[in-house]
């Protein structure tokens, strides 16, 4: 674990460079690990996501219930999608209309099932949080906690970024064979407005196409 002392936050306006815009689907469920699959078929639909500097495509995530359902955790394990599941990517804002009428209305398979592309909300302005959580950091195999954090830390200081604490949660592998992946979830705390904005702007790692180094808000359970 990482740890500083706190600093102040600063009042700040979230500046529009980066957003998040949301699309309803119609899909019966998915895999829980989908993302080498969904990421390939918004690639055939835009070919040219992979191009852009700061793209993102969020795993479509089902919420837990409040009647003591959890959701599946194994990779294999299939989320049963409801109209209110949405898929989210994180684009600059000069492509976002581009990504609206060329992706609203595609049909096309992830992982067997066939996902429908629906109408596309109003885009979303990144958080303010204080505390940003990635499910997926991709790691190096070798990397055990330690030398993930200060990896981790060594990144963020990199880019300038100021936070008090970085925690690293549990460890995942996505996807099979060549397009395996080892990730382990990571916690930012104590970061300033603006330097909240930059992270989720900037990412951490590769493979943001399939979700990984994706920041949002931290919601305490």
Not at 2 to 21: A, I, K, M, S, T
Not at 85 to 112: I, Y
Not at 173 to 182: H, N, P, T, V
């Amino acid at each position: 674990m990482f740890w500083q002392e706190e600093e102040d936050q600063e009042h700040y306006r979230v500046p529009e460079r980066v957003q998040e815009l949301s699309f309803s689907i119609r899909c019966k469920s998915l895999p829980v690990d989908h993302s080498a699959q969904l990421a390939s078929a918004l690639l055939a639909a835009l070919p040219w996501l992979d191009q852009v500097e700061g793209a993102g495509v969020h795993q479509i995530h089902v919420a837990e219930s409040g009647n003591g359902w959890e959701r599946p955790q194994e990779a294999t394990d299939r989320l049963y999608l409801s109209r209110r599941t949405k898929l989210t990517l994180r684009l600059p804002s000069d492509l976002l209309t581009r990504a609206a009428d060329e992706l609203t209305g595609q049909c096309f398979e992830v992982a067997g099932e066939p996902l429908e592309v629906r109408e596309a909300a109003a885009p979303r302005l990144l958080s303010l949080s204080a505390t940003l959580y990635a499910r997926h950091v991709v790691s190096a195999p070798q990397q055990d906690e330690e030398a993930f954090i200060a990896w981790a830390v060594a990144q963020l200081r990199g880019a300038g970024l100021r936070f008090t604490k970085v925690l690293c949660g549990k460890e995942h592998r996505l996807g099979e064979g060549a397009s395996r992946l080892l990730t382990r979830s990571l916690l930012i705390s104590g970061l300033s407005h603006d330097d909240s904005v930059r992270l989720q702007e900037l990412g951490l790692g590769p493979e943001r196409l399939r979700g990984c180094g994706l920041f949002i808000p931290h919601k305490p359970v």
